[in-house]
């Protein structure tokens, strides 16, 4: 953080002579951690924090009160940020008050919770062909398991060599949003293709072993319970990075899974070349996917567990996609 950097550190030191504290964000990370939130969370809070602490004149939070929250709310609200980054910013500051610093931060009356707008979300119909057809290599398989199985973006790329069920035809999502494991179907249309891309990861993995790499993360405390797990082939991603890199902890040469914004930027190109008139992303095929299968009869019960869903409400809002309604409403119009 360069010179602001500098500044904070100071603030993070202890005030006992000879003593160090650790440094604000490390207590926000290890206080996630704790409670085992996402690798995303994490960044998404640890960035909230940071911005916090720079937008108050790089003052320590424990100086700061709900005023200075408030405002800070405040102006993101007047840069036009949605509604969603603005809950966001004020969860990630209610952690830090409530479960790092200790200090209760019910919502005061100068933090409004911002009122997302209630959107139907984008879907494709046979526009999803024109977007595979444009689209090549890994990025074209993870696009094709997004819209034949419902997976969101990291979901796919989070998938490990061990959660493919070929002989089931199952696909494992582990720790999925709300740290949810669940089960959806592996595509037919996809088996051959994914089964020739694992073939080449395994044969860039063994190349790996050779070099004394081959590791990879390991989730929660496994790698202190399972020694040399990191190295074995169930666990390795399904779509790994290109690149290994050397994790400082261990020392490890590792790969990472592939990035998301590598699928995203293919699925917006291919949705452009396709010249499809709609703000399709990568969450629009999970969208197509759970559209389609409403329209094919299946139960909503049935899809709210294939996407994982908590609660079917959220599984509802296909129904207005179908313009079914709760009731199947037919428009006067149609009878004349």
Not at 223 to 228: C, D, N, S, V
């Given at each position: 953080m360069g010179g602001a950097g500098c500044r904070v550190v100071r603030w993070e030191m202890a005030r006992g002579p000879g003593r160090q504290r650790p440094k604000l964000l490390t207590l926000v990370r290890r206080a996630i951690r704790l409670r085992h939130y996402s690798r995303h969370t994490e960044e998404a809070y640890v960035g909230w924090v940071r911005r916090f602490v720079r937008f108050a004149g790089l003052r320590h939070p424990s100086e700061l009160g709900e005023r200075e929250v408030v405002r800070f709310l405040s102006n993101l609200a007047e840069a036009g940020v949605s509604a969603t980054t603005q809950n966001q910013a004020a969860s990630a500051l209610r952690f830090l008050y409530q479960e790092v610093l200790g200090r209760q931060f019910?919502?005061?009356a100068g933090i409004v919770h911002a009122k997302a707008p209630g959107r139907v979300p984008v879907v494709l119909t046979r526009e999803v062909r024109a977007v595979l057809g444009r689209m090549r290599g890994t990025a074209r398989l993870v696009a094709l398991l997004l819209y034949g199985?419902?997976?969101?973006?990291l979901e796919a790329l989070t998938l490990r060599v061990k959660d493919i069920d070929f002989g089931r035809g199952e696909i494992v999502v582990r720790r999925g949003k709300g740290a949810r494991d669940r089960v959806t179907m592996l595509p037919g249309r996809a088996r051959r293709e994914l089964a020739e891309?694992?073939?080449h990861v395994e044969r860039r993995y063994r190349a790996d072993l050779l070099r004394g790499a081959g590791y990879v993360e390991l989730p929660g405390g496994l790698?202190?319970?399972?020694?040399?797990a990191g190295r074995e082939w169930v666990w390795q991603w399904v779509f790994p990075a290109a690149r290994l890199h050397r994790d400082e902890a261990s020392g490890e040469w590792r790969r990472h899974h592939l990035h998301e914004s590598v699928v995203q930027r293919a699925v917006t190109e291919a949705v452009r070349e396709a010249g499809i008139a709609k703000r399709a992303t990568c969450h629009t095929l999970r969208h197509s996917f759970a559209t389609q299968l409403l329209e094919t009869g299946h139960d909503i019960r049935t899809v709210q567990e294939l996407l994982g869903h908590s609660d079917v409400r959220?599984?509802?809002?296909?129904?207005?996609?179908?313009n079914r309604g709760g009731l199947g409403v037919r428009s006067p119009a149609d009878s004349l």
């Open positions: 019910a919502r005061p199985s419902g997976l969101r973006v891309h694992l073939g790698a202190r319970k399972l020694p040399g959220t599984t509802m809002i296909y129904t207005h996609v179908l």
